[in-house]
């Protein structure tokens, strides 16, 4: 069985450029969550969706937007980068919310 | 705010013996606790959850305990072995993480 996928792997980009990221989650999943994982930290929560309504929000500027698609695969967007966004940025499913959530591999985003 | 904290940010253990990672929460009403394995380059892996009506809750080489008295938990694994050297986070829900303890297992 498929798990969650994430794309790209890595991504490259300089400031005050834009990125997209994206998520597929478990097949009937239907919530997915967004993290940012900065080098020896925890998981930062951002976003959470299900059913394509945004049904949780971290502590993010508005820079980052996300949305989830009738698919319920989802994409996180972020504007006007900044060197501080450089983090791994990790996509979650699960069937519900508040339940265990199932990762994906993240995407890498290095700003220079 | 909400946070969960872990006590120890590095662990070492000889193969074979027990394993202990604690974890504080400060939101009383929590009531879902989960602990993942984060493997190097990978993502957070799920391994025990346990919910606000039960003390304790065990897996395969795992257990999970709960005090909300002090509002504590812990993961204990047991005959510990060079495949559980990961970071260990706890999670208060879906959408607080702890720092992470990084556990090493000695061969």
């Known amino acids: 069985d498929a798990g969650v996928t994430q794309s790209p792997t890595h991504l490259i980009k300089t400031r005050g450029q834009h990125v997209t990221l994206r998520c597929s989650p478990i097949s009937g999943h239907k919530s997915v969550s967004w993290y940012q994982q900065v080098l020896g930290q925890g998981p930062q929560f951002i976003f959470q969706?299900?059913?394509?309504?945004?049904?949780g929000r971290g502590n993010f500027p508005d820079r980052f937007s996300a949305r989830q698609f009738p698919n319920y695969s989802s994409e996180l967007n972020v504007n006007a980068l900044l060197l501080g966004d450089s983090a791994l940025y990790l996509c979650a499913s699960s069937f519900y919310t508040n339940e265990k959530l199932f990762f994906g591999s993240g995407t890498q985003l290095s700003v220079l | 705010g909400e946070s969960v904290g872990l006590h120890l940010p590095t662990l070492s253990v000889q193969e074979g013996d027990n394993s202990i990672i604690n974890c504080a929460y400060s939101n009383s009403a929590s009531d879902y606790f989960i602990w993942y394995k984060q493997e190097s380059g990978k993502g957070p892996q799920f391994i025990i959850d346990?919910?606000?009506?039960?003390d304790k809750r065990q897996g395969q080489r795992v257990t999970v305990l709960l005090n909300k008295t002090v509002k504590h938990l812990s993961l204990q694994i047991a005959a510990t072995q060079p495949g559980d050297s990961a970071v260990y986070f706890c999670a208060d829900s879906q959408f607080y993480f702890g720092t992470g303890t990084s556990l090493t297992v000695i061969p």
């Open positions: 969706y299900y059913e394509k309504e945004e049904r």
């Open positions: 346990i919910r606000s009506n039960m």
